[in-house]
């Protein structure tokens, strides 16, 4: 690359401390030295925006105000949303010209899509990193159709964090898989290992529904039940409210607040592996979780539900069944401990690496 390019970058949401903004830092940081970057963001989330000001990029808000009425909420979602978004990007490229732009926001990224499509830009690239799943109502399901649809009109780059992702997002396009990276140098073999012949299970993930916190607590409580006393640090915060309260309720109801430790997880982890002996996700659903990633460079064997893809195993996860029970959990993780005490492993990370990540988002823009 001879000058700078011009990247517009449009976020999912905001730039809090999760999965998708720390995917848009790595895309950053990978190609500081030969992009120019911008990013629209729509809330006021701004734990990357430190990182933003270093890497100098430009932050362009693009707030909306959802009506509270159901009939104009609808109204909204259909057909002024994606035309506000629409008609502002089409102002914002009308005054400044860029060589790509890079979405996030999933199958409602369509309207800046189609304002790039329309304002000549070359590269338009959709990123998915979640599965497109089917809705629970009529509605939902025919608005996320429809708006897929338009997405796969518009952009011309189909990226996806794994093939599960991309197969149901772009199932007519040629699509690439780019898997994202992980922080080699705080995540390594070098982490100390500051357990002997105690048990530590660690679960990383937002409070919620999906991410499974409550079937957690019953793994812990069938350990208990079997004779297996262990430690829990469940690393979060809530997103759902009433889902959090709930995981304290089941914590009181089996007496396990002794065991279970729960850890605001908005501003990292830590130094959480140094006293974890296997990582527990027992998701409902994920894209490709990057924790399995960093746990596994810490030589850290992991738990995971097997509707997880299995792209994130680099030989340390063993995918379990969560619909029989908590039961085949506490088994499993009883046997791996009494062979493996706290021991750690080496396993091969390569396709995470931050050179392979870097290389690839390079070919993106070239």
Same mark, same amino acid.
């Given at each position: 690359m001879d000058k700078l390019k011009k990247v517009l970058i449009i976020a999912n949401n905001g730039m809090g401390n999760s999965g998708v903004p720390n995917v848009i830092a790595q895309v950053i940081e990978s190609q500081q030295h030969y992009c120019k970057f911008s990013i629209v963001v729509f809330n006021d989330d701004d734990y990357y925006y430190p990182f933003l000001k270093e890497h100098n990029v430009g932050i362009i808000k693009m707030k909306e105000v959802t009506p509270k009425?159901?009939?104009?909420?609808?109204?909204?979602?259909? #057909?002024?949303?994606?035309?506000?978004?629409?008609?502002?990007?089409?102002?914002?490229?009308?005054?400044?010209?860029?060589?790509?732009?890079?979405?996030?926001?999933?199958?409602?990224?369509?309207? #800046?899509l189609k304002a790039a499509w329309k304002a000549g830009v070359q590269t338009r690239i959709t990123h998915c990193n979640n599965e497109f799943k089917k809705r629970n109502s009529f509605l939902s399901n025919y608005l996320a159709n429809w708006n897929l649809r338009k997405m796969n009109k518009y952009a011309n780059v189909f990226v996806g964090v794994c093939k599960m992702c991309c197969?149901?997002?772009?199932?007519?396009?040629?699509?690439?898989v780019i898997y994202n990276s992980y922080n080699e140098q705080k995540y390594n073999l070098k982490v100390d290992?500051?357990?002997?012949?105690?048990?530590?299970?660690?679960?990383?993930?937002?409070?919620?529904?999906?991410?499974?916190?409550?079937?957690?607590?019953?793994?812990?409580?069938?350990?208990?039940?079997?004779?297996?006393?262990?430690?829990?640090?469940?690393?979060? #915060?809530?997103?759902?409210?009433?889902?959090?309260?709930?995981?304290?309720?089941?914590?009181?109801?089996?007496?396990?607040s002794d065991c279970i430790e729960i850890i605001d997880g908005r501003n990292g982890i830590g130094d959480i592996f140094e006293k974890t002996t296997f990582l527990l996700l027992p998701s409902i659903s994920e894209a490709a979780p990057i924790v399995l990633v960093e746990a596994q460079a810490c030589g850290i064997m992991? #738990?995971?539900?097997?509707?997880?893809?299995?792209?994130?195993?680099?030989?340390?996860?063993?995918?379990?069944p969560i619909n029989e029970g908590p039961t085949i959990w506490a088994q499993e993780i009883k046997k791996q401990f009494e062979n493996k005490c706290n021991n750690r492993n080496r396993f091969d990370l390569q396709r995470f690496s931050k050179t392979e990540f870097q290389k690839k988002i390079s070919e993106l823009y070239c």
């Amino acid at each position: 690359m001879d000058k700078l390019k011009k990247v517009l970058i449009i976020a999912n949401n905001g730039m809090g401390n999760s999965g998708v903004p720390n995917v848009i830092a790595q895309v950053i940081e990978s190609q500081q030295h030969y992009c120019k970057f911008s990013i629209v963001v729509f809330n006021d989330d701004d734990y990357y925006y430190p990182f933003l000001k270093e890497h100098n990029v430009g932050i362009i808000k693009m707030k909306e105000v959802t009506p509270k009425n159901i009939i104009l909420k609808l109204f909204w979602y259909f #057909f002024r949303r994606p035309r506000y978004f629409y008609k502002k990007t089409k102002m914002l490229l009308k005054n400044r010209k860029y060589d790509a732009i890079h979405s996030f926001k999933e199958e409602e990224g369509w309207p #800046f899509l189609k304002a790039a499509w329309k304002a000549g830009v070359q590269t338009r690239i959709t990123h998915c990193n979640n599965e497109f799943k089917k809705r629970n109502s009529f509605l939902s399901n025919y608005l996320a159709n429809w708006n897929l649809r338009k997405m796969n009109k518009y952009a011309n780059v189909f990226v996806g964090v794994c093939k599960m992702c991309c197969e149901t997002m772009f199932p007519k396009k040629p699509y690439q898989v780019i898997y994202n990276s992980y922080n080699e140098q705080k995540y390594n073999l070098k982490v100390d290992n500051k357990l002997k012949n105690e048990l530590v299970l660690t679960q990383v993930a937002t409070f919620s529904n999906r991410k499974n916190q409550l079937f957690t607590i019953e793994v812990i409580n069938s350990l208990k039940e079997i004779g297996i006393n262990c430690k829990t640090k469940l690393v979060g #915060f809530p997103i759902q409210e009433s889902y959090y309260l709930d995981m304290l309720s089941l914590i009181d109801k089996y007496k396990l607040s002794d065991c279970i430790e729960i850890i605001d997880g908005r501003n990292g982890i830590g130094d959480i592996f140094e006293k974890t002996t296997f990582l527990l996700l027992p998701s409902i659903s994920e894209a490709a979780p990057i924790v399995l990633v960093e746990a596994q460079a810490c030589g850290i064997m992991c #738990f995971a539900s097997n509707t997880i893809t299995n792209e994130m195993n680099c030989g340390g996860v063993n995918y379990l069944p969560i619909n029989e029970g908590p039961t085949i959990w506490a088994q499993e993780i009883k046997k791996q401990f009494e062979n493996k005490c706290n021991n750690r492993n080496r396993f091969d990370l390569q396709r995470f690496s931050k050179t392979e990540f870097q290389k690839k988002i390079s070919e993106l823009y070239c």
